[in-house]
């Protein structure tokens, strides 16, 4: 097999200083290839939600090396990690952080804008189920919608690789199911390859690889022999 999509090596990440110093990530290295669903599992303050910001590059590494595609993270000035951002990258967060004032097709539309080559707008909505509540504001709609409108929002910009952290947490048992049946959905018709950061030891066995973090630690990283479609798991 060949390199990596996203490849890591010796990452590293502290917050404070001296005695408050706390190492948050101690030297993860690790691979994901091109169109995998890897899912990163850890308790509470393993380091998942760091380890996502660091390859969203929202925040600096203290160390070690980060690398999505043909981009190297390590030492990219703001604006190149800008344009990062909107070429490679959507983010998708357990609470929706949609514009309340804007419907559902113009809180998709503000990414739209951001990247060079689009996904077409009517099919991305016809995609995710909301074509029918295109026109409505937020508060109209469902949790499982508005979820659905983050995703698209992360989608439409047409990223190689979507970073999900906890996205499901939110949502009750059946609309969590519809939700990671769209994951998979996505991951088949757009090919991108997505990072599913949860508490949920479930969601796990739809993945192509499973991670898991302890305490700043990689202590897991396998191959998933027996991929289950998201329809079939129970938690």
């Known amino acids: 097999m060949g390199e990596a999509f996203l490849d890591i090596k010796d990452l590293r990440k502290h917050y404070g200083e001296g005695e408050a110093k706390v190492e948050v990530l101690r030297g993860i290295t690790l691979g994901v290839n091109a169109g995998e669903v890897c899912v990163l599992l850890g308790p509470s303050g393993s380091g998942k939600s760091t380890f996502l910001n660091l390859v969203g590059g929202l925040e600096p590494a203290d160390g070690g090396t980060i690398r999505v595609g ?11 990690l800008v344009e990062y951002r909107r070429r490679e990258l959507g983010f998708v967060f357990q609470f929706y952080n949609l514009v309340p004032d804007l419907t559902v097709t113009e809180n998709i539309e ?6 060079h080559d689009p996904l077409p707008m009517d099919d991305l909505l016809h995609s995710l189920g909301l074509w029918d509540h295109r026109r409505k504001f937020p508060h109209e709609i469902s949790g499982g919608q508005q979820q659905r409108c983050a995703i698209g929002r992360a989608l439409v910009k047409n990223p190689s690789l979507l970073l999900c952290d906890e996205p499901t947490g939110a949502l009750d048992y059946k609309t969590s199911k519809e939700i990671l049946e769209l994951m998979e959905q996505v991951n088949r018709q757009y090919c991108c390859t997505i990072v599913i950061v949860t508490h949920n030891d479930a969601i796990k066995h739809m993945a192509h690889r499973i991670l898991r973090l302890r305490d700043g630690e990689l202590v897991g990283d396998e191959v998933n022999a027996h991929v289950l479609p998201a329809r079939e798991l129970v938690w």
């Not at 043909?70 to 190149?80: F, H, P, V």
């Not at 503000?110 to 990247?115: D, M």
Request: with cysteine; glycine share 6%.
């Open 110 to 115: 503000v990414c739209q804008y951001l990247s």
């Open 70 to 80: 043909q981009t190297e993270l390590t030492g990219l000035r703001d604006r190149d």
